[in-house]
């Protein structure tokens, strides 16, 4: 079946360095990604997507390049922030039922 | 415009107790998602709604659970003679329609715990 495997955190970061969070999926057919993002005490909310491949989905400074080849959406950002501080799922919505990684927790120090 | 909203927020409640957790989805959204989320873990996929119907209840983690959804809206999750490890954040999402390809919009979710 379907599966999303996401790098374990805590990834922790000095503010202003360079953020990388892997993820990786297995699929049939031609899922959407996504990135999902839950701040402290709030609920998640979308954060970037793609639909199709060699898709490049980007919001608030983030991006995630759809790699078929490598099955892979990794998150980057080039200048992190305190405020980005959060956890972070990686997700694959197939035809069938969506299905999210275990979420890896990002701490952002001054 | 209004966004997924579910309450309560927190339940409190006694082991052996039943439990009913409602979920409104933002209006006209055909889908509805129910997820569970323990400390420390991701999301587990529990169910999903395609209009008032539950495709496949194979996600729901014993016969305790149950999901009905009324009217293509509002839906609720009951726990019946509720556990200690039943506790966690429930979560619902809906979006538009076409499960999975699309974005969820999540509410805040309801923190159960069972003491």
């Known amino acids: 079946g379907d599966s999303v495997t996401q790098m374990e955190g805590p990834v922790t970061l000095s503010e202003e360095a360079f953020l990388t969070i892997n993820c990786t999926y297995t699929?049939?057919?031609?899922?959407?990604l996504f990135w999902y993002v839950q701040y402290p005490g709030e609920g998640l909310q979308l954060l970037l997507k793609?639909?199709?491949?060699?898709d490049k989905g980007s919001n608030k400074g983030f991006e995630a390049t759809y790699r078929k080849e490598t099955t892979s959406f990794h998150l980057e950002k080039g200048s992190v922030q305190v405020s980005d501080s959060a956890v972070y799922f990686c997700?694959?919505?197939?035809?069938?039922?969506?299905?999210f990684g275990r979420g890896t927790s990002l701490i952002v120090h001054p | 415009g209004a966004g997924v909203s579910q309450s309560p927020s927190n339940k409190v409640t006694e082991k052996g107790k039943d439990v009913e957790l409602r979920c409104d989805p933002i209006?006209?959204?055909?889908?509805l998602y129910w997820y569970r989320q323990s400390l420390g873990q991701g999301l587990e996929f529990l169910i999903y709604f395609q209009g008032n119907s539950a495709p496949d209840k194979s996600g729901l983690p014993s016969d305790r659970f149950s999901a009905e959804r009324t009217g293509g809206s509002v839906s609720t999750l009951t726990i019946q003679r509720t556990q200690q490890e039943d506790s966690a954040v429930y979560l619902c999402a809906s979006s538009l329609n076409r499960i999975g390809q699309e974005t969820q919009y999540f509410g805040p979710g309801t923190r159960l715990l069972v003491l």
């Open positions: 997700a694959l919505g197939g035809s069938y039922i969506p299905t």
């Open positions: 699929a049939t057919g031609y899922p959407s």
């Open positions: 209006s006209g959204h055909t889908a």
């Open positions: 793609a639909t199709k491949a060699d």
